[in-house]
């Protein structure tokens, strides 16, 4: 998809020859107000504005966007497009929402102006970016583009060299969440391991990464067997792709591993018909690595930053793995397989222990993990687990961008339940306590106990099946892309 031109301006908004102007507004206990940077194109109306935006019923709630034609007042643009930003001052996260949802309420608008961008230039700009983004590749017919440029007012404050620095990195930003989001959305019948594999490796090298691929031959005489074992029944083989990016003057090495279940039918524990077609999303873990592996290139980052990715199609067959089957994992533990649905903690388990050989700093994975997920934490809050001290940094991060997050425990007296009567460990716990907690637990005996790692549970946040909502459409959301970016410039900036 073709994201709008983005432009700095610093023409007033009543003077602006555009189509549309765009300005907040609020909820202030039972009454509207209008946000900063709206002040010009409200005393271009001779009636006034917050009244008018009243009798059309604007509330300032979230989301909420309401169109006034500029008929008979001063303003060059045609009409004025009051954009909801809920109660209170209004903060990074609610600028990124009422910037996404009129921006992708301006669909087919030639020009238009933000005056949203002078609260909070770079949640503006991601906000846009994020908003209009469309997945259109297997549409026939695609209707109205997108909104095709906007203008954004520069905040008062900070330099224009620091207002285009901003432009530049939110930006980039955003597009690594809807390269993101375009991995989620192919279909599987195109995005299965191989395919991943090509498109991740070119996408790599064209980012300046070393890249290598290891296939079904490789994963074999290296000993990979948790990937090997969840590809087993499938027709179309795994992989492992392997991204390494040094920055400029790198202190610190961060290995990141995402999952790539390419689609998860469950295998023989086989899944219930019912929206198992969302199932294509499983990989979004990996998509999110991978984005973020270049996003961290195209910003010279000044790290070392490798991603491990596991790829592999669970499928049931006459050659898949089997509830009972014991699998010796990369790095020599055995599991025995209680449950074939479990399948991403076997594949992350492997990556996770080819990352730690690097002697990383930090580690970071993340996954479409759990059902568990969503039952403790909803639709669109992570859950993190981890060391404590880095977990607890990794979940202020998330909340800290808007993409949310929730520290969770690993009780020590769930990892009895994961004991096996033939392997090293079961892949689950053969109850349904504790669920994500309990796969985080799997992951931590495959972790070195003195490195800080978290771990991302984002089965919920990683795609949308509901309504559009902000920033974000139907189907890939891009979750953890901006919150692993945020973790990586923070561990850059303060080690």
Same mark, same amino acid.
């Given at each position: 998809?073709?994201?709008?031109?983005?432009?700095?301006?610093?023409?007033?908004?009543?003077?602006?020859?555009?189509?549309?102007?765009?300005?907040?507004?609020?909820?202030?206990?039972?009454?509207?107000?209008?946000?900063?940077?709206?002040?010009?194109?409200?005393?271009?109306?001779?009636?006034?504005?917050?009244?008018?935006?009243?009798?059309?019923?604007?509330?300032?709630?979230?989301?909420?966007?309401?169109?006034?034609?500029?008929?008979?007042?001063?303003?060059?643009?045609?009409?004025?497009?009051?954009?909801?930003?809920?109660?209170?001052?209004?903060?990074?996260?609610?600028?990124?929402?009422?910037?996404?949802?009129?921006?992708?309420?301006?669909?087919?608008?030639?020009?238009?102006? #933000?005056? &949203?961008?002078?609260?909070? !230039?770079?949640? $503006?700009?991601? /906000?846009? +970016? =994020? @908003?209009?983004?469309?997945?259109?590749?297997?549409?026939?017919?695609?209707?109205?583009?997108?909104?095709?440029?906007?203008?954004?007012?520069?905040?008062?404050?900070?330099?224009?060299?620091?207002?285009?620095?901003?432009?530049?990195?939110?930006?980039?930003?955003?597009?690594?969440?809807?390269?993101?989001?375009?991995?989620?959305?192919?279909?599987?019948?195109?995005?299965?391991?191989?395919?991943?594999?090509?498109?991740?490796?070119?996408?790599?090298?064209?980012?300046?990464?070393?890249? #290598?691929? &290891?296939?079904?031959?490789? !994963?074999?005489? $290296?000993?990979? /067997?948790? +990937? =090997? @074992?969840?590809?087993?029944?499938?027709?179309?083989?795994?992989?492992?792709?392997?991204?390494?990016?040094?920055?400029?003057?790198?202190?610190?090495?961060?290995?990141?591993?995402?999952?790539?279940?390419?689609?998860?039918?469950?295998?023989?524990?086989?899944?219930?018909?019912?929206?198992?077609?969302?199932?294509?999303?499983?990989?979004?873990?990996?998509?999110?690595?991978?984005?973020?592996?270049?996003?961290?290139?195209?910003?010279?980052?000044?790290?070392?930053?490798?991603?491990?990715?596991?790829?592999?199609?669970?499928?049931?067959?006459?050659? $898949?793995?089997?509830?009972?089957?014991?699998?010796?994992?990369?790095?020599?533990?055995?599991?025995?397989?209680?449950?074939?649905?479990?399948?991403?903690?076997?594949?992350?388990?492997?990556?996770?222990?080819?990352?730690?050989?690097?002697?990383?700093?930090?580690?970071?994975?993340?996954?479409?993990?759990?059902?568990?997920?969503?039952?403790?934490?909803?639709?669109?809050?992570?859950?993190?687990?981890?060391?404590?001290?880095?977990?607890?940094?990794?979940?202020?991060?998330?909340?800290?961008?808007?993409?949310?997050?929730?520290?969770?425990?690993?009780?020590?007296?769930?990892?009895?339940?994961?004991?096996?009567?033939?392997?090293?460990?079961?892949?689950?716990?053969?109850?349904?306590?504790?669920?994500?907690?309990?796969?985080?637990?799997?992951?931590?005996?495959?972790?070195?106990?003195?490195?800080?790692?978290?771990?991302?549970?984002?089965?919920?946040?990683?795609?949308?099946?509901?309504?559009?909502?902000?920033?974000?459409?139907?189907?890939?959301?891009?979750?953890?892309?901006?919150?692993?970016?945020?973790?990586?410039?923070?561990?850059?900036?303060?080690?």
């Amino acid at each position: 998809m073709t994201a709008p031109k983005l432009s700095l301006t610093a023409t007033a908004a009543d003077e602006a020859t555009v189509d549309a102007v765009i300005i907040g507004t609020i909820t202030e206990g039972d009454t509207l107000a209008l946000a900063p940077g709206s002040e010009r194109v409200a005393a271009a109306f001779d009636t006034p504005l917050v009244d008018v935006l009243r009798s059309l019923g604007a509330t300032g709630k979230a989301d909420e966007i309401v169109k006034v034609p500029a008929i008979g007042g001063r303003l060059a643009a045609t009409i004025v497009v009051a954009a909801g930003l809920g109660p209170g001052e209004p903060n990074a996260e609610q600028v990124r929402r009422a910037s996404g949802a009129a921006a992708r309420a301006l669909a087919g608008t030639r020009r238009a102006l #933000s005056t &949203l961008s002078t609260m909070d !230039l770079q949640a $503006a700009v991601e /906000g846009t +970016v =994020l @908003g209009t983004y469309r997945f259109d590749v297997y549409r026939s017919e695609t209707g109205d583009g997108p909104l095709a440029k906007l203008d954004l007012a520069t905040p008062a404050t900070g330099t224009t060299r620091e207002h285009r620095a901003t432009l530049k990195a939110a930006t980039a930003i955003a597009e690594a969440v809807n390269t993101a989001r375009d991995f989620v959305n192919t279909p599987p019948n195109d995005l299965y391991p191989a395919s991943f594999a090509d498109r991740a490796a070119e996408l790599g090298r064209a980012a300046g990464l070393e890249v #290598s691929v &290891l296939d079904e031959k490789a !994963l074999r005489k $290296a000993g990979y /067997g948790g +990937v =090997l @074992g969840v590809g087993l029944g499938s027709s179309r083989p795994p992989r492992v792709v392997r991204l390494s990016y040094r920055g400029p003057k790198a202190r610190k090495k961060i290995a990141l591993v995402g999952k790539g279940i390419t689609f998860d039918t469950g295998g023989i524990s086989i899944k219930p018909a019912a929206n198992m077609d969302e199932m294509s999303s499983d990989m979004a873990g990996a998509a999110a690595v991978i984005a973020t592996t270049i996003l961290a290139a195209k910003l010279k980052y000044p790290l070392e930053i490798v991603a491990t990715v596991p790829m592999a199609e669970n499928m049931p067959s006459g050659a $898949a793995y089997r509830p009972g089957d014991v699998l010796t994992m990369y790095g020599g533990k055995t599991v025995e397989v209680l449950n074939t649905d479990a399948e991403g903690r076997l594949i992350l388990a492997d990556a996770i222990v080819r990352a730690c050989e690097d002697e990383p700093d930090y580690l970071l994975d993340t996954a479409t993990l759990t059902g568990a997920q969503l039952v403790a934490l909803g639709r669109r809050t992570a859950g993190i687990m981890g060391t404590d001290e880095f977990r607890d940094r990794v979940a202020a991060i998330a909340r800290a961008t808007g993409e949310g997050g929730w520290a969770m425990p690993l009780p020590e007296e769930l990892r009895r339940d994961l004991d096996s009567r033939l392997a090293d460990m079961s892949n689950v716990t053969g109850h349904r306590w504790g669920g994500m907690l309990a796969a985080g637990l799997f992951l931590k005996e495959f972790v070195p106990a003195d490195l800080p790692w978290a771990h991302l549970d984002i089965a919920g946040p990683g795609f949308n099946s509901g309504a559009p909502w902000g920033y974000t459409g139907k189907g890939g959301t891009g979750v953890p892309v901006r919150t692993l970016a945020a973790v990586l410039a923070d561990i850059a900036e303060n080690g």
